[in-house]
């Protein structure tokens, strides 16, 4: 292999993952340097979307900033002379960078995954197929307050829906309303629910109806669709266990404690936080519901 071509072959290997192209010609400070520089701020930007809210649309921007500067970097470093090339070396490279990833997607794993939004029960707040962040919370330690909004595994799938009961509670519930132990749930009528965009053509939306309901912390949006009948249902929630209720509570493309009966605390995944990818009808992303929540 000529020198030329080893020069361009470095130079393609350290496109595809920075640092790689100069192990492979034999420039292993700069190589490693590029490798673990690479895998340190992905690792950072990630961690930062996890754990301190930062938005995933600037944490991408971040990303392609830093991945220019390390490529100009590498492209501004002569590199002479090349080494006899050896795979390994790149070989070697890659595997390194990719335990580094390994290791820290580990590690914010055990305080947050991600969960995709099975059906209309969060409607219009979460949209089904987007995926939402959750942040891991030990309920059986720390039970959920009412009003908050969890994820749960079940034997009939993942379950998106707010906490309107906990143990001990009697709850009812007929249409639009909500009485929790005896007593009706405050809820403000907002009236006929207005949306902008592709949402607003949804059927889901057709003589749909919000309230603010006050039960719990911080207050919530509800819907319910004129003209539907639904059976009431009422539940005593055993102990560790919670009643879960869907915000749009008319729609038939969702099933929550009223189909499924309270849940157990230890199948609680933890609470649902802000949209990381919302793919539209023609899988093409929708960027302006990345980063958002739904209280």
Known sequence: ????????VARLLDLVLPGTGMLWAGRRNEGWNAILAWAFLPSLMATAVALLDLDPRRAVIALCVVYGAIQSLLWLTPLGTVDAPRAARAVAGGLAFAVLLGLAALS???SVTTVTVPDHGEWPGLLP???VLVRRVDYLQSPPDNGELVAARTQKGILLARVEAGAGDVIEVSGPTLRLNGAEVAADDLGDLRLAGAEA????AKNLRTWRERCGVPNHLVFFARGVTMAPVKAVVPE???????DNRSTAQASDSRARGPVALHDLVGRVEMVLW???PDLAPRWDRIGARWP
Do not use: I, K, Q, W
């Not at 053509?201 to 889901?204: L, P, T, V, Y």
């Open 278 to 280: 919302s793919p539209g």
């Open 240 to 246: 560790g266990h919670v009643f879960l209720l869907a």
């Open 1 to 8: 292999m000529t020198s030329r071509t080893a020069t361009v």
């Open 108 to 110: 914010v794993s055990r």
């Open 201 to 204: 053509d949804s059927s889901e």
């Open 129 to 131: 197929g987007e995926e």
